[in-house]
């Protein structure tokens, strides 16, 4: 049984996007590997990415509402789903639910391709591409042609979303993938399986990695075709790549921008401690050359971006120390401030 977003982040279907927004980076924060050493943390904070992935984005989060589970799957046609469930007598509710004529969830789901596979770390999954029903699978370069004879496999294509810090530190990615295999009658069934796959490091959003032979069966002891993946790397809170180089949100406490600090980082090659200059302000960025993505000839630079944080707390005595802070100030902090 599938989990519901709009619960996977805590907040109502009602919610507007800044209580979506607040309630991810709320749990994020907690749930994140780096600050959180329980086992299941990780898997967690996956998961909390994935539901932000479709409920931050206006155009996903209307899908999802109206189509449920299925309009996550790769390859799905919004447009399609309304015929086919119009021709049908019913429409998918919020849910996942379907309503009305001969099991409209399944045929949306083979439209579109089974559930997602391997979590939210990145499910992958398609119906036949080319002839027959459209799905997650769309046939590239040379299918089957005609009948008998040597025929390479089609070549399948598909989506797979990935944190970018699995990425980077090389994890594997589970990927389930539907693949079409005909029976000597003429028909075809689906076969399933789980593959993992190492994404490249230095991959941008929207990438392909090829899996040469994983696509579609060949006839006649002919070759099997190509699995195509489509790579988009979910968000983190902290961390974001830009071409080789890599930028990371570093907390500050107050007493550590005002009066210098070293302190440790995390890097691709390992924690390393850092001189934090005194009078750091919020966005003042901190270059570690050759910390960043692999590429040709070396690496790209991680950015520590620091972001100076007051403590989270309505104790009357944290606030007397901030307003004792108030007579430091040079002048209006605001001056200038016009659009």
Do not use: C, W
């Not at 899908?63 to 015929?83: C, I, T, W």
Request: proline fraction near 7%.
């Amino acid at each position: 049984m599938s989990t519901d977003l709009y619960s996977v982040l805590g907040v109502s279907r009602g919610a507007d996007q800044a209580d979506v927004k607040k309630a991810y980076k709320d749990l994020a924060r907690k749930f994140h590997p780096d600050r959180n050493p329980e086992p299941s943390a990780a898997d967690r904070f996956k998961e909390i990415n994935a539901a932000y992935d479709v409920l931050g984005d206006d155009e996903k989060r209307k899908l999802y509402d109206k189509f449920g589970d299925v309009s996550l799957k790769p390859g799905f046609d919004a447009e399609a789903a309304r015929r086919y469930s119009q021709q049908f007598g019913g429409m998918p509710g919020g849910g996942g639910g379907f309503g009305g004529g001969p099991d409209l969830g399944d045929i949306l789901s083979s439209m579109f391709g089974g559930g997602m596979g391997g979590g939210p770390a990145g499910g992958f999954s398609g119906g036949m591409g080319g002839g027959g029903m459209p799905g997650g699978f769309a046939g590239a370069g040379r299918g089957y042609g005609g009948r008998g004879g040597n025929q390479r496999g089609r070549d399948l294509e598909g989506d797979v979303r990935v944190h970018v810090g699995q990425v980077l530190r090389g994890d594997p990615v589970e990927v389930t993938v539907r693949r079409p295999v005909y029976q000597g009658d003429g028909s075809v069934r689906m076969s399933q399986s789980t593959l993992k796959v190492r994404v490249p490091e230095g991959i941008d959003d929207g990438g392909v990695v090829r899996l040469r032979g994983k696509g579609a069966p060949g006839r006649g002891g002919a070759p099997a075709g190509d699995l195509l993946l489509k790579v988009h790397l979910t968000p983190s809170p902290y961390l974001r790549k830009e071409g080789e180089d890599l930028y990371m949100d570093v907390p500050l406490t107050i007493a550590e921008a005002l009066g210098g600090a070293r302190i440790e980082v995390p890097t691709l090659d390992g924690p390393v401690r850092v001189k934090v200059p005194a009078g750091a302000t919020s966005g003042q960025k901190m270059r570690l050359r050759g910390k960043g993505v692999l590429k040709p000839g070396g690496r790209g630079d991680l950015y520590l971006v620091l972001r100076p944080t007051v403590p989270e707390t309505d104790d009357p005595e944290a606030l007397e120390a901030a307003e004792a802070l108030d007579r430091f100030y040079d002048g209006d902090v605001r001056a200038g401030l016009e659009l």
